[in-house]
């Protein structure tokens, strides 16, 4: 079983036009969106729902007005000032660190698991998908993250299916190293812009300096700037880090969005055709 | 003032339309880039850099001849960050989100707080534009108080524009948080349109004016325009699907270096903004 991890570094290159492509392409699959607080993979495959979780992260903390003595010990403990003078305690700053539940002298602070997202086992055309839905302004994504890839594992495991396709976040922080921490290989989706360079350079340091993972590199819409291309195939050779394929720029893949389908299923053409090349790279290797 | 440029999907243009309308406006202000994740308004303002210093947080530093092995430091940790054993207390730095439990908690006295740098800071000025970023370092995991840091460097007396990361969780919201306004950037594609449907929701647990900018129109379909206009939200500007700007942004160059009527286009974008959070 090989798991693939697509990720991208900046947002928006192409990461989940080329995981939907490869969950037509792929055989004995199972899918797995790890893009949690902006997931749009389930645009396309359009999941049947077949099991929906809580995914608790962790603890957030309240103060019950009736028992607190306003003694402000919690606010002078805080350090993320989440506490204010009325002893309400803001949500959202809230870490969820529990050092004011420790330290109230009243014990008038609750501190019980929190509800940040959910997560699903769904059917779709491709076969199997595990996705989530990171609640909004939550944290620990990272977590859950983690829980979608090792169900993602699980049933794969399960079904004796032989990939496991996740399409990561942007970034390189919480979200993304836990999306390729122990994967088999990671690709790279990237676009022929400075910035996409600038980003491709500190996302691959990560996945093939910092963990050391099999890092793959697709240029999407190459032709957009040909230069730019140039430089991201010289920085691949320098780095020893392996150029799956370049995907021309072509308006069928806002329009197989627009139709929710693949750019596989969408019909036969030069981006279909250039994914099929990367997806066989990535495969044979 | 403090305005921010948010997205839920990555790469709508979020860097573009505050790189444009910063330098648009020129005097007084201040350009913040807090996605400190893949920070990348630099490469098209191209700062004359004039400082930078490292970003640190606390971590524990355990004293082992001073410590009694009571447990307690691995107890009030919610992060599993700090873990006694037998005669050790071993501490996982990356873990850590200093939020000093355990050398608050000590009875011995024996943690105190140690410095980790986990990013950078900084700074230059283009065009009398104040530009701060921060830079995570790679194989970091918290992004969010190295966005805390960027921020305390606003001035009451400037107009403070925040490039924040895309998506819906902490980084975002430690970068908008306090933000009079918010520009959400979207693409007319049944993904942008998702992923801004996520973002009006997280404005609005935030109780926040905002409008909506729709980069490369003319792509996709209208259900972006229908959206807003059931919803009521305003749509600030439409920037065109255009060759020569997608060019230049491939470059690092900016719309108001090919097309310099754009300025005017930003700063009416501005007094628009002016109006609606004055109102």
Known sequence: MKEIVIISGKGGTGKTTVTAAFASLAERKVMADCDVDAADLHLILEPEIRSQNEFSGGKRAEIRPEDCIECGKCIEVCHFDAIDQDYIIDPVACEGCGVCVWFCPAEAIDFDEAVNGEWYISDTRFGPLVHARLGIAEENSGKLVTLVRREAKALAEEQGLDYIIVDGAPGVGCPVISSITGANVVLIVTEPTLSGLHDLKRVASLASGHFDIPTFICINKHDINPEMTELIETFCHEQNLVLAGKIPYDAVVTDAMVHARTVIEHGNGQVADAIRNIWQRIVVE | ?279
């Not at chain 2, 308004?41 to 400082?51: I, Q, T």
């Open chain 2, 1 to 279: 003032m403090i305005i921010s440029i948010a997205s839920g999907k990555g790469g709508t243009g979020k860097t573009t339309v505050a790189v444009n309308l910063a330098l648009s406006l020129g005097a007084d202000i201040q350009y913040f880039d807090c996605d400190v994740e893949e920070p990348n308004g630099h490469l098209f303002m191209n700062p004359e850099w004039k400082g930078h210093h490292a970003f640190s947080v606390s971590i524990p530093d355990v004293d082992e001849p001073t410590c009694s092995f009571c447990g307690k430091c691995g107890e009030i940790c919610e992060y599993h960050a700090i873990l006694p054993i037998k005669d050790h207390v071993l501490v996982f730095p990356e873990l850590c989100h200093s939020c000093g439990g355990c050398w608050l908690v000590c009875p011995e006295g024996a943690i105190s707080k140690k410095e980790r740098e986990i990013g950078v800071i900084e700074e230059g000025v283009r065009d009398g534009v104040e530009f701060i970023h921060g830079k995570l370092n790679i194989g970091e995991v918290l992004a969010p108080p190295l966005i805390k840091a960027v921020k305390s460097a606003a001035k009451e007396s400037h107009t403070v524009i925040i490039d924040a990361p895309p998506g819906t969780s902490c980084p975002v919201i430690e970068a908008v948080n306090g933000s009079d306004y918010i520009i959400l950037v979207t693409e007319p594609t049944p993904f942008g349109l998702n992923d801004l449907k996520l973002a009006v929701e997280m404005v609005r647990l935030l109780k926040m004016e905002f409008g909506v900018i729709v980069n490369k129109a003319g792509i996709g379909n209208d259900d972006v325009y229908h959206y807003c206009e059931e919803e009521n939200i305003p749509v600030l500007m439409k920037i065109p699907n255009d060759r020569k700007i997608a060019e230049a942004y491939s470059k690092g160059s900016m719309i108001i270096d090919i097309y310099p009527e754009y300025r005017e286009t930003f700063t009416e974008l501005y007094d628009t903004i002016v109006k609606a959070t004055t109102s």
